[in-house]
């Protein structure tokens, strides 16, 4: 069974870095991708970056330069470190991992970016 569990959220001055883990186990074989999302209350839940099996990554515009996205290969969880923080980052962040045969989300961490 697959588990996703966020972590690493938390309250940080604009201009300040966080780095999210994804812990993930349970992975299907196969093709995979694990992404970060993120939501602010009454929005949509937008794509912020993803990785896929073969560490091929992408990025949304407001997160390409400022926030990089990684696998750490002995733990198997992925990292999303991000630096330069703006109170518009202030959202829940989600894990998603995505495979052959469907999704699972994480419960999502919150980033709060406040002076």
């Known amino acids: 069974q697959v588990q996703v569990l966020e972590s690493g959220g938390g309250l940080v001055e604009p201009g300040g870095s966080l780095r999210l883990s994804c812990g993930i186990s349970?992975?299907?074989?196969?093709?995979?991708?694990v992404a970060w999302y993120r939501q602010v209350p009454g929005h949509e839940r937008e794509l912020v970056a993803d990785?896929?099996?073969?560490?091929?990554?992408k990025y949304s515009d407001s997160a390409r330069g400022r926030f990089t996205i990684s696998r750490d290969s002995a733990s198997n969880a992925v990292l999303l470190q991000m630096n330069n923080l703006k109170p518009e980052d202030t959202a829940v962040y989600y894990c998603?991992?995505?495979?052959?045969?469907?999704?699972?989300w994480g419960q999502g961490t919150q980033v709060t970016v406040s002076s």
């Open positions: 998603r991992l995505v495979h052959g045969a469907g999704d699972d």
């Open positions: 990785i896929s099996k073969f560490d091929n990554t």
């Open positions: 349970g992975i299907p074989s196969g093709f995979y991708v």
